[in-house]
Structures are given as structure tokens and as C-alpha cells.
T-cell receptor, first 113, second 112 residues
Framework: DVKVTQSSRYLVKRTGEKVFLECVQD?????MFWYRQDPGLGLRLIYF???????EKGDIPEGYSVSREKKERFSLILESASTNQTSMYLC????????????FGPGTRLLVL | QKEVEQNSGPLSVPEGAIASLNCTYS??????FFWYRQYSGKSPELIMS????GDKEDGRFTAQLNKASQYVSLLIRDSQPSDSATYLC????????????FGKGTSLLVTP
């Protein structure tokens, strides 16, 4: 079974703090993704990575950065958290071929005060 | 361009009935289609994938794909209260590469 884990289920941060969300997958998947999900807006892609040290912007990259130093780990960084970044953050991964099923981690619910 | 459309619902069906969830997509070149189930506060989990026109059955679930009409559906037979969740349709577009396009989901409520 594919296992995608995220470092925290719930997180509360203050405006202006630097926030790190970590995602780890144990199936040697090439591709990893970060989404945020908000009521009425659905899943929106923030960034994805198709290889170590490679990244591509998704639909809403502003205010975020990512890091992929090892194949199994993909980090999402909020450089200076703002209240409008309060959301559910979901990590996903897929094997190397395109158009494969995405497998999701459990999600991190982030509240920025 | 990146349009995957679903009726937001809620769709309410009685226990034991067939629930029919529908999804349309705009990219005629799309090849891969997925249905995910998402319980409140949880992450999406894959129910079915479908790649060819026609029906694909897995237990109580049947996915139907009609590429000519750009339409994919999910039927849930003998619906149970535990099927109450949001169902997300997801499509790979012809030029989307690794990025999967998600609909906003349909909320299903199965009433005892």
C-alpha cells in the first residue's frame, strides 16, 4: 500500500511566522504535489515536483515555496504566514509515469491567527 | 481549459437506492479519469479509475465513461449511510502533464 504521511494534522501559527509543512511518501514515487482545499473552491494545486530539486508552479504559488532535497520528502514553506493561508493542505504523490493515480496524505489543517 | 464540472449537491438518496454522480469535462483530449471519495475532514481516497469508453465495475461502484459526450459518471448501488461523503471527479487533460484537474465535488447524503 502506498503511504503518504504529513508532519502535522493540525497546526496553529501566528501571522508573519515561517511555516514548514512536510510530506513523506514511502513508495519511491517520482512526483509529489501540494494542494490546498477550501470550501467552495475545491482542490487547488500550489506546487508540484517531478524529481529531486525540481519544482513547477501550480495554479496558486504566490506566498508559498517548496523544497525537495530527497526523493521521498516534499516540503511546503509559507515564508510569512497570513490569515488567508488558513486552509487544509494536502500532499499527494504518483509514480513516474504521467496520468497515474494520485495518492493523498491525511492532510494538515492550518490555522493562521 | 481546466474545466471539470460537478453538481455540488447535496444529492440525497435513501438507503438501498442507486446514487448517480455526474461529471463533465471540457478537454476533448482527456484520457484518464478518476473518482475519489472524501469524508468530512479527511483526505481524498481513490475509488475508481477509468480510461476507456464504457462501464467499469468494482463491487457496488460502477464508473461510466463517454468520451464523445465528455461525460463520466459514478453509480453507487445499494447505497449505505457510510457512503455519505463528497465525491470528487478528476481528469488528466491532454496537455496537463502531471497535473490532475479536480472538480469541486458532489456531496452525497444517504438517509437511513
Amino acid at each position: 500500500d502506498v503511504k503518504v504521511t504529513q508532519s502535522s494534522r493540525y497546526l496553529v501559527k501566528r501571522t508573519g511566522e515561517k511555516v514548514f509543512l512536510e510530506c513523506v511518501q514511502d513508495m519511491d514515487h517520482e512526483n509529489m504535489f501540494w494542494y490546498r482545499q477550501d470550501p467552495g473552491l475545491g482542490l487547488r494545486l500550489i506546487y508540484f515536483s517531478y524529481d529531486v530539486k525540481m519544482k513547477e508552479k501550480g495554479d496558486i504559488p504566490e506566498g508559498y515555496s517548496v523544497s525537495r532535497e530527497k526523493k521521498e520528502r516534499f516540503s511546503l514553506i509559507l515564508e510569512s504566514a497570513s490569515t488567508n493561508q488558513t486552509s487544509m493542505y494536502l500532499c499527494a504523490s504518483t509514480p513516474g509515469q504521467i496520468q497515474e493515480t494520485q495518492y493523498f496524505g491525511p492532510g494538515t489543517r492550518l490555522l493562521v491567527l | 481549459q481546466k474545466e471539470v464540472e460537478q453538481n455540488s449537491g447535496p444529492l440525497s438518496v435513501p438507503e438501498g437506492a442507486i446514487a448517480s454522480l455526474n461529471c463533465t469535462y471540457s478537454d476533448r483530449g482527456s484520457q484518464s479519469f478518476f473518482w475519489y471519495r472524501q469524508y468530512s475532514g479527511k483526505s481524498p481516497e481513490l475509488i475508481m479509475s477509468i480510461y476507456s469508453n464504457g462501464d467499469k465495475e468494482d463491487g457496488r461502484f460502477t464508473a461510466q465513461l463517454n468520451k464523445a459526450s465528455q461525460y463520466v459518471s459514478l453509480l453507487i448501488r445499494d447505497s449505505q449511510p457510510s457512503d455519505s461523503a463528497t465525491y470528487l471527479c478528476a481528469v488528466y487533460g491532454s496537455n496537463s502533464g502531471y497535473a490532475l484537474n479536480f472538480g469541486k465535488g458532489t456531496s452525497l447524503l444517504v438517509t437511513p
